[in-house]
């Protein structure tokens, strides 16, 4: 069963808009945590923000916050005032920590997305 | 502060033959994870290292093999090539304790031919 769904292949967005970007994820582990990496056309995967499971608040990093909402088993990322920089592959990623596997990522397929000037 | 180093950047391989990827740690981390990224698809998760040990192990054969060295670098070896192995293979580091985020490289970029 796929752990990681990021239903969006595509999205664009204006800039200096905001956009929300998807990501549901399924686990059995009361404890886990939740990522979002950003991957240019360059190819490295740059992390951006974390969200552990037991955390009361979502996350904030600067422009990117993560909406987390732990009975839909979502994670949403949203990029605030969108800018040309932004355009890449987003990707949803999750670690499940009570089975030991703190370290190891599961990744969504990836959002790619494009902002327009 | 020296980000994860992956060496080399791109290689070109045949089918049958062995490669040796290398990655040197973001300074102060002591795990290493290697990742497979196949073209349009996530990464996908091969073994993670551990104070010379690997750790835990994704759903890779027995052909995906590593190394990790005193110094906290790490190798992965990849024998008889087969044409699905061509990818951007990732390598990521982070602390073992805590849940910490993990820094990944450039990245290798292997074509099988």
């Known amino acids: 069963a796929q752990k990681i769904t990021q239903t969006q292949p595509g999205m664009f967005v204006q800039e200096k808009e905001a956009v929300t970007l998807d990501c549901t994820y399924d686990t059995s582990d009361p404890s886990y945590g939740l990522f979002w990496y950003k991957q240019p056309s360059s190819g490295e995967m740059i992390f951006l923000i974390y969200?552990?499971?037991?955390?009361?608040q979502n996350a904030t990093e600067g422009r990117y916050s993560l909406n987390f909402q732990k009975a839909r088993k979502s994670a949403n990322l949203v990029i605030s005032a969108s800018q040309l920089g932004d355009s890449a592959m987003y990707f949803c990623?999750?670690?499940?920590?009570?089975?030991?596997?703190?370290?190891?990522?599961?990744f969504g397929s990836g959002t790619q997305l494009t902002v327009l000037p | 502060d020296a980000g994860v180093t992956q060496s080399p950047t791109h290689l070109i391989k045949t089918r049958g033959q062995q490669v040796t990827l290398r990655c040197s740690p973001k300074?102060?981390?002591?795990?290493v994870s290697w990742y497979q990224q196949a073209l349009g698809q996530g990464p996908q998760f091969i073994f993670q290292y551990y104070e010379e040990e690997e750790r835990q192990r994704g759903n890779f054969p027995d052909r995906f093999s590593g190394h990790q060295f005193p110094n906290y670098s790490s190798e992965l070896n990849v024998n008889a090539l087969l044409l699905g192995d061509s990818a951007l293979y990732l390598c990521a580091s982070s602390l073992m304790a805590g849940v910490q985020p993990q820094h990944f490289g450039d990245g290798t970029r292997l074509s099988i031919l």
């Open positions: 300074s102060g981390h002591d795990t």
């Open positions: 969200q552990g499971s037991y955390d009361q």
């Open positions: 990623a999750m670690s499940e920590i009570s089975s030991g596997s703190a370290r190891q990522l599961t």
